[in-house]
């Protein structure tokens, strides 16, 4: 290679190299059974209230309702794996198995398994 | 010596090692380089962690997708069921992977290649903006200097927070621009250029950079047009030839993106209401402000130490291109707010209608002051090194100018880096996702806030949003033992043998003809080996006969093969042109026109074989109405209230209807509008819906659609089109008197009412119509 384009080669380099070591900080240990229970039940007990509460934020509007149901429902998750010292994605993952396996929720209301089919708001 | 000549001998020492490095490629892209890397610096540091942000979980998961098609499954990226119940990958407009920085994903996973993308990119922009300025006129000094203010601007510190790594592909925007520019001057390579370029554009995906890149091009071409009408015609039709051929070759080597994307909007369009704008001090402290949080200041930044050296460059004549480029940009970033808009006017182009945020036109203003401020300091630089100059008075103000407008770039490189620090600093970073065991794929209910911790579950969110209203189905499900079923019970069974992104295979035993329906969406380039592929409200099926049946279905879209075949068509003429450049730099014969647009015409050729096979339905199914009927109907359900208010436009409200008229404190009723639309209707119209309670806070829905489906000037006239809008009634409602009033709006045209000509039975109000009154119990 031509030397001239050594500096060039060395700062791509150097930026590669920065990328590649960057570190993962360590994982929150995985949650066991017991626990992924406890999170399905944390998070779906609540499920009726929260989207009562989303309909209320978009009475009209039956995509957006559901939305501002999931950050709620993916909010509650986040704050329970952190307390729990649990990692999030297992937090998700109890809320899929238990929907899938019917856990008991604590809902007063069956659990929706569907989702109203995306339309976003054209007018914000 | 004094300190004054120490400070004078240092600067002249520093210009003349800056203009040493700007003649001097590999030193130049090597001082690029560190440009680049001071600025990425905090993302490259942070390149294993997980962005939080709403909108980088969606954007990333397209990546991570496409990644993992490739490695994992050994498939093209085309089908994506990951997302929203399955969406055609290769289609989505906001996809970024048909670009060559996928190799940095797919070497080194999603989050370091996100990182890295955006390191290689603004290297590519210093040096595209470095090549756009020399060829608008500026020094190699003044184009150094200008090249960090446009590729270091605020937007490419504010998108990698927020994953709009899409919005890196403006960096391609001078590159794109120097090759319609240099096309025109007849140059071969410069149609390779701009095929390039473009269709690197494209195919980094967003719904801006492209669209915003084109106008620029159209403008370059326009600006040529006037400066050379009066005295070179022969140029300027053989100039504007050579443009077309790039335009076309750009077309055709993008096609493998656009044929997709064109599909994917034809099949959903983007619709986009509303009338954005910002005032000018908004506008001020978004391109000149440093960045401040909660505020829009510094979305754009270039800062005021831009404004020394553009305003030199504004005095020089052949600038006024460049000034117009100003004008009209800042003129499209106030949107709504200035009349007339020009922002307005641009939305009535076909693509441009969903162009949201004006303010982003305040990126190629970004790139129009770089290059002004480099032909400032080119024309203070020029001045002072000639020899008439160097004496007196002139020559103290002239380097006096010239100084302080350099070192007024050199300082503003200072908070150009540092934005970018600032804006790494306020993202939300977790560590990445756990792979969790190898597990059959399933569709959950999901949470796109969270979209990227289901993929490396093997599991799909239904939960989705996009831009626009991806076809998705109602009968998704996130609760099943197994996404494959027959639905017919007692029919038969169904076994999954194999199972990837574009490619199921299944065993079915079926005592009776019986369809087989898979947990996902139908899409018009799914295929089957036996039966037929059928949509059912959207999801996708397979009606078989009786019998056993060794069932694959593969997704195959006509699109993604016939983009594909052009593209690699349109390849192989880049490749032939750029070879041809080197023994014939331009274009300069009839021959060597005519040569040309055979060249640029041979992607047509499996472009019209692919077209001229069996059409594709867009849709096999009606639009339906949230609670599942058709939209357009023949008529009036029996129990309609009929209105029959008469709108301006042509436009019939003909009944409003709640699915329950005493209905319940804290429940659902909806609401039905029965519209009726004459042949001619305006094109852009919206209905807006005031909730209006006796007491309390107002609400509206506000809508384009009909029904969330159906847009009014594409459905049939003279039938009932219906227009179901939920309601909840929430608890507080008890015994209040609701009133919703109903009417029609030009959503891009000012957002101005259409005028009621004939109330009807319904009360009037300020051009709305009183649909329905209630008081829940």
Aim: aromatic share 10%.
């Amino acid at each position: 290679m031509n030397t001239a384009w050594v500096p060039f080669a060395g700062v791509c380099a150097l930026g590669l190299g920065r990328a590649l070591t960057a570190s993962v900080p360590p994982q929150p240990p995985a949650a066991d059974d017991a626990q992924r229970r406890e999170a399905f039940r944390y998070v779906a007990s609540d499920e009726a209230a929260e989207r009562r509460e989303a309909a209320k934020t978009f009475p009209t509007d039956l995509w957006s309702r559901d939305d501002d149901f999931h950050q709620r429902e993916a909010a509650k998750a986040r704050d329970w794996a952190r307390t729990h010292h649990v990692r999030f994605g297992d937090a998700l993952s109890a809320v899929d198995q238990g929907l899938r396996e019917r856990w008991p929720s604590g809902s007063p209301t069956p659990l929706v398994a569907t989702v109203p089919p995306c339309r976003p708001r054209a007018i914000y | 010596m004094s300190p004054a000549r120490h400070l004078l001998t240092f600067v002249g020492g520093s210009y003349r090692t800056a203009r040493y490095v700007a003649q001097n490629t590999p030193l130049r892209l090597a001082l690029f380089a560190t440009l680049a890397l001071a600025a990425a610096w905090p993302l490259l540091s942070s390149a294993s962690m997980l962005n939080e942000f709403r909108d980088a979980h969606v954007l990333a998961h397209y990546e991570t997708a496409a990644r993992d098609s490739v490695l994992h499954w050994h498939q093209a990226p085309l089908w994506d069921p990951y997302y929203c119940g399955g969406m055609y990958l290769l289609g989505t407009p906001q996809a970024r992977f048909l670009s060559p920085t996928f190799l940095f994903t797919l070497f080194f996973g999603e989050a370091r290649g996100e990182a890295l993308t955006a390191f290689a990119m603004m290297i590519v922009g210093l040096e595209g903006t470095f090549r756009y300025a020399r060829d608008r006129g500026a020094t190699r000094f003044g184009a150094l200097l200008a090249a960090p203010l446009f590729a270091l601007s605020g937007i490419f510190a504010v998108s990698p927070g927020l994953g709009w790594i899409g919005f890196f592909g403006f960096e391609l925007l001078p590159w794109l621009a120097l090759g319609v520019r240099r096309a025109l001057a007849r140059e071969r390579m410069a149609i390779v250029l701009t095929a390039v370029a473009a269709a690197w554009c494209v195919g980094f995906g967003g719904t801006y950079a492209a669209p915003i890149a084109a106008l620029w091009c159209a403008f370059e071409v326009a600006e040529f047009v006037v400066t050379r009408a009066r005295r070179d015609r022969l140029g300027l039709v053989s100039g504007i030839g050579v443009a077309a051929a790039g335009a076309a070759l750009a077309m055709a080597l993008a096609a493998v993106r656009l044929w997709p994307i064109m599909q994917t909007l034809a099949d959903a369009p983007r619709m986009i209401g509303g009338t954005p704008g910002n005032t000018w001090p908004v506008l001020v402290r978004m391109f000149f402000f440093p960045m401040r949080p909660e505020t829009d200041n510094g979305e754009f930044y270039l800062g005021f130490w831009v404004v020394p050296a553009a305003l030199l460059g504004l005095s020089r004549r052949r600038s006024i291109g460049l000034s117009v480029a100003v004008v009209l940009c800042a003129w499209l970033a106030a949107g709504y707010e200035v009349r007339p808009s020009l922002f307005a006017a641009l939305r009535e182009l076909p693509f441009y209608t969903t162009l949201r945020y004006p303010e982003r036109f305040l990126i190629p203003l970004g790139l129009a002051a770089a290059t002004l401020a480099g032909r400032g300091i080119s024309l203070a630089e020029t001045y002072a090194r000639t020899p008439h100059a160097r004496g007196g008075r002139r020559r103290f103000v002239t380097l006096a100018a010239f100084t302080v407008a350099s070192l007024a770039i050199v300082i503003d490189v200072g908070p150009l880096v540092a934005q970018h620090a600032l804006h790494a600093r306020e993202r939300w970073l977790s560590p990445p996702p756990v792979a969790g065991e190898a597990s059959p794929f399933h569709q959950a209910r999901g949470s796109r806030w969270a979209l990227e911790y289901y993929e490396p579950m093997q599991r799909g969110s239904l939960s989705c949003w996009e831009a626009y209203p991806v076809p998705q189905s109602p009968l998704l499900r996130g609760d099943l033992k197994s996404e494959e079923r027959v639905v017919e019970p007692g029919a038969g069974t169904v076994t999954e043998r194999s199972w990837s992104p574009n490619a199921i295979d299944l065993d079915v035993t079926l005592s009776r003809p019986a369809t087989v329906a898979v947990n996902q969406n139908w899409h018009s380039g799914w295929r089957s080996s036996v039966g037929e592929v059928k949509s059912d409200h959207g999801l996708l099926t397979v009606a078989l006969p009786e019998g056993t049946h060794a069932l694959s279905l593969r997704f195959e879209p006509r699109s993604a093969t016939g983009g594909a075949l052009v593209s690699l068509v349109a390849a192989a003429v880049v490749v032939f042109l750029g070879v041809r450049a080197r023994r014939a730099p331009r274009v300069s014969t009839l021959r060597d026109g005519v040569v040309l647009a055979l060249l640029v015409a041979t992607p047509l050729v499996p472009l019209v074989a692919m077209a001229a096979g069996p059409s594709q339905k867009t849709s096999p199914e009606p639009p339906l109405t949230p609670d599942g009927r058709p939209v357009v109907a023949e008529g009036l359900d029996e129990g309609a209230v009929r209105i029959d208010a008469k709108f301006a436009d042509g436009v019939v409200l003909e009944a409003a209807t709640l699915s329950n008229p005493d209905p319940a404190a804290a429940s659902d009723v909806n609401l039905e509008l029965d519209w009726r639309r004459s042949p001619q209707v305006d094109p852009g119209l919206g209905i807006f819906v005031h909730i209006e309670p006796s007491s309390g806070t107002a609400q509206n829905g506000d809508h384009i659609l009909l029904s969330g489906v159906l847009a009014p000037e594409d459905a049939p006239p003279d039938k009932t089109l219906r227009d179901v809008i939920p309601l909840f009634v929430p608890e507080d409602a008890r015994g209040k008197t609701w009133k919703i009033w109903v009417g029609l709006w030009h959503v891009r045209r000012g957002g101005s009412r259409v005028r009621v000509v004939d109330g009807g039975h319904a009360q009037v109000d300020a051009d709305r119509v009183l649909a329905v009154s209630f008081v829940p119990r």
